[in-house]
């Protein structure tokens, strides 16, 4: 009887957390800005591309040299792999045929392959994923930025230049970017999962968390300060560094950074 309360329980508390996530369907990633741009030394041109494909349970996702990735979670069982390729060249006919030199992978991982790129000439591919909320992440980029949201599972992603945004996850999160900010939207009453667990070296942290959450907090900066906008009883450091349960405590959620401020914002 005692294992099946306690069955029922994390069912319950899963359940709940799925229910704070919202069904993503809105395409939001295109070209209106971006086609037949122009500048003193070239053109820029800009196509989208769309690929269904079946869930298998895990993404990976490589950003190359230049391009975010953002992946959303939905209510359907597939995937939608949206593509904005964008170029630049000399005249407007070459900087469209090199985006017809793109090539974009789906198998195994997705990532671009393309010409060579020198300063006159060159390309970069974005993403916009939906993915079923129930889906394992890798997502590494280069220059871009890394977004998140309304999934639940083994998520990790790596960035150098470009932030961070992190909103109604569950599961396990691990990631790290380099130079940008880390925005968190937490949900629910606590983190359901193991962990969550990302740090940005040169950028702010900026978390929302509900009025009622339970977890084990921790935050910190080198160069910048630790604010809140509610009251808490720290049982750690204050100051630049604050470690502390919120509620009843729970599992570990952790956003640090080196050189930029925190703020901490309850909402509800």
């Not at 229910?19 to 030394?41: K, W």
């Not at 339970?214 to 910190?220: G, P, W």
Request: proline content about 3%.
């Amino acid at each position: 009887m005692r294992l099946t309360i306690i069955a029922m329980a994390a069912l319950s508390a899963g359940l709940t957390a799925q229910a704070q996530m919202q069904d993503n369907s809105e395409r939001s990633l295109s070209c209106d800005r971006q086609d037949r741009g122009r500048n003193d030394r070239s053109v820029n041109y800009c196509e989208m591309k769309e690929q269904s494909l079946a869930a298998t349970g895990q993404l990976t996702v490589d950003g190359g040299a230049n391009g975010g990735v953002s992946v959303k979670g939905w209510l359907r069982n597939d995937v939608l792999v949206r593509m904005q390729i964008q170029t630049n060249a000399p005249s407007y006919e070459e900087a469209r045929g090199l985006a017809g030199q793109v090539f974009v992978s789906t198998g195994g991982q997705i990532r671009a392959s393309g010409p060579p790129t020198d300063r006159d000439r060159n390309w970069s591919v974005s993403y916009e994923v939906f993915v079923p909320q129930r889906t394992d992440l890798n997502l590494k980029v280069h220059n871009g930025g890394v977004a998140i949201a309304d999934i639940r599972g083994n998520l990790q992603f790596d960035a150098v230049n470009g932030g961070a945004s992190l909103k109604r996850l569950a599961g396990t999160v691990k990631g790290h970017t380099v130079n940008g900010g880390l925005s968190v939207e937490l949900t629910g009453d606590r983190w359901d999962g193991t962990e969550f667990d990302a740090a940005t070296t040169n950028g702010g942290v900026s978390m929302s968390i509900p009025a009622n959450y339970s977890a084990r907090l921790e935050t910190s900066t080198v160069n910048g300060n630790v604010n809140l906008d509610f009251p808490v009883t720290v049982t750690g450091k204050i100051g630049r560094e604050l470690t502390l349960n919120l509620g009843n405590g729970g599992p570990l959620v952790r956003a640090v950074t080196t050189n930029g401020g925190v703020s901490i914002k309850r909402r509800g």
